[in-house]
T-cell receptor
Framework: DADVTQTPRNRITKTGKRIMLECSQTKGHDRMYWYRQDPGLGLQLIYYSFDVKDINKGEISDGYSVSRQAQAKFSLSLESAIPNQTALYFC?????????FGSGTRLTVV | RKEVEQDPGPFNVPEGATVAFNCTYS??????FFWYRQDCRKEPKLLMS???SGNEDGRFTAQLNRASQYISLLIRDSKLSDSATYLCVVNIRGNKLVFGAGTILRVKS
């Protein structure tokens, strides 16, 4: 099993729909992150969490929300999806600055 | 100005060539530095950390120049399998990783 598992791998949704991306990890790390990647741009931080009770906004949190259900689980929601949220989304955990990423979720909003 | 800047490339090199990438960062408070590798449509994976004294891992050598605020990655004897995007990553104050947009390397036979 992968250390960081993201579901779904691919998703097409309509504008205005609510969608949740899920992430779980088996590495036992406290720190978890959600990033999005657009072509030609670096990964941009959406939200991060340093433990179950700690949630922080990243650079581009508008239009997104998160939930840290347990140490191992960190989900990202798009409350009302819009086309410019079409991107590749990565969940990650870290320990001592070294990140482990999930395989990504390719989201298309039409 | 972006916090981390990289030449996007692509760098097209023949097998066996030596190739070097540079990356500059703007925040002098940056504490740690990494190179990640990302294959097409895949997740980034840690290639190597970058230490102040420079460090080597097989064919890969990383250097840090704090005075000029840049890091570099040197790949010797390039292989076809080295073809990927190389991401320069800077950790600022322990809480925030900032990613460069990446440099594309294509190694051709």
């Amino acid at each position: 099993d992968a250390d960081v598992t993201q579901t779904p791998r691919n998703r097409i949704t309509k504008t205005g729909k609510r969608i949740m991306l899920e992430c779980s990890q088996t590495k036992g790390h406290d720190r978890m992150y959600w990033y999005r990647q657009d072509p030609g741009l670096g990964l941009q931080l959406i939200y991060y969490s340093f433990d179950v009770k700690d949630i922080n906004k990243g650079e581009i949190s508008d239009g997104y929300s998160v939930s840290r259900q347990a140490q191992a689980k960190f989900s990202l929601s798009l409350e009302s999806a819009i086309p410019n949220q079409t991107a590749l989304y990565f969940c990650a955990t870290s320990d001592l600055g070294r990140y482990t990423f999930g395989s990504g979720t390719r989201l298309t909003v039409v | 100005r972006k916090e981390v800047e990289q030449d996007p490339g692509p760098f097209n090199v023949p097998e066996g060539a030596t190739v070097a990438f540079n990356c500059t960062y703007s925040n002098s408070a940056s504490q740690s530095f990494f190179w990640y590798r990302q294959d097409c449509r895949k997740e980034p994976k840690l290639l190597m950390s970058v230490y102040s004294s420079g460090n080597e891992d097989g064919r890969f050598t990383a250097q840090l120049n704090r005075a000029s605020q840049y890091i570099s990655l040197l790949i010797r004897d390039s292989k076809l399998s080295d073809s990927a995007t190389y991401l320069c990553v800077v950790n600022i104050r322990g809480n925030k990783l900032v990613f460069g947009a990446g440099t594309i390397l294509r190694v051709k036979s």
